[in-house]
């Protein structure tokens, strides 16, 4: 909704053409290319939904819909959004091994930062075939497995695990959060796809939750 010049109902005739504008005085006055809307619902429409004119008065605004399909995973592949972890809670993670397996160093120091305060014991590697060699020696209670790393990414990484018997979780990290992508994470083994950035709050209570349904740790 905004509270612009409107549009009148020869206007909105041409609204969605691409290069047009309302009238010759609109391009002189605020510019554009008049590309902006047709990309727009072009976009929403390649998310399965749509941009429309809901209605519009002149020298009163307009509103404008969007809509987009919203696929749901199944609830036995996903976990509610884990709530902030009261410090109790916490406390709870204390002396837990937790393998952080992320090639940016600032996004290491930053988990590191993160479970600063409860007490975990943090282990880190930098690719998959680190990860893979860090989890068998230090048999952590749970892996933060970034999916895009050099050499071996984390999905191999997280194959290659549950296929040698690793049955503790792993959570797939990546900045992706399109379904295809969240898929792909649980058809390698992951327990749970968390999107980049990483909120404190969020991650903590995910381990937390995770850790609370685990397999006995002489499972691994």
Avoid at 74 to 88: G, I, K, N, Y
Avoid at 168 to 191: K, M, W, Y
Wanted: with cysteine; net charge neutral.
């Amino acid at each position: 909704v905004d509270s612009g010049i409107g549009l009148s109902p020869d206007q909105q005739k041409n609204l969605f053409k691409p290069f047009s504008q309302a009238d010759s005085s609109v391009t002189r006055k605020y510019g554009g290319t008049g590309l902006g809307l047709h990309l727009s619902r072009k976009l929403a429409q390649s998310l399965g939904g749509n941009v429309t004119l809901q209605e519009s008065t002149v020298g009163s605004g307009t509103t404008f819909r969007f809509t987009f399909a919203n696929e749901k995973a199944p609830d036995e592949r996903s976990l509610s959004v884990p709530a902030p972890v009261p410090v109790a809670n916490r406390r709870k993670l204390y002396g837990k091994k937790i393998l952080v397996a992320e090639d940016s160093a600032d996004s290491r120091e930053l988990i590191q930062l993160y479970f600063r305060s409860t007490g975990a014991q943090l282990l880190t590697a930098d690719n998959g075939f680190e990860a893979v060699s860090v989890a068998w020696r230090e048999r952590p209670d749970i892996i933060l497995m970034d999916v895009q790393m050099p050499g071996m990414d984390g999905l191999e990484a997280t194959r290659r695990l549950r296929a040698e018997g690793y049955s503790r979780p792993i959570v797939a990290l990546t900045a992706h959060a399109l379904q295809d992508e969240v898929d792909r994470s649980f058809e390698a083994g992951c327990n749970y796809h968390l999107t980049k950035p990483v909120l404190k709050d969020v991650l903590l209570g995910l381990v937390s939750e995770l850790l609370q349904h685990a397999p006995p740790a002489h499972h691994i």
